[in-house]
């Protein structure tokens, strides 16, 4: 059996957060086993939890607790609205496909 390297790893999930669209406001931020960084987002119709683990943007550094979150489906760009400013996150996974 092969197990897959944090680097084929960190590819399958860039390539699977990048097919998802989502809108809406971050309602929690918060670390699971591992250290693993999640954030979660609230929408009118559902709530979704991302892993940020591999992404090297500053992305889960940089969001708080009730920003505005949107991310359009085949893009790898995060539109962040906070109070006073708004920010884009180009999600860096360390893959030749988000290069």
């Known amino acids: 059996m092969i197990i897959p390297g944090p680097e084929k ?6 390539s699977q957060i990048v097919l998802i669209e989502f809108k809406g406001v971050i309602s929690e931020k918060y670390r699971r086993e591992h250290d693993m960084p999640f954030i979660k987002i609230d929408d009118m119709n559902s709530k979704s939890s991302f ?3 591999y992404d090297r943007s500053g992305l ?3 969001v708080s607790i009730g920003d505005s979150i949107f991310k359009m489906k085949q ?3 995060v539109y962040i609205t906070k109070t006073n400013c708004d920010t884009v996150f180009k999600l860096d996974y360390d893959c030749e496909v988000n290069r």
Do not use: P
Request: hydrophobic share 35%; net charge negative; glycine share 0%.
């Open 60 to 62: 889960y550094e940089f």
């Open 51 to 53: 892993n940020l683990y």
């Open 75 to 77: 893009s790898n760009l």
């Open 9 to 14: 790893r960190a590819c399958e999930l860039y």
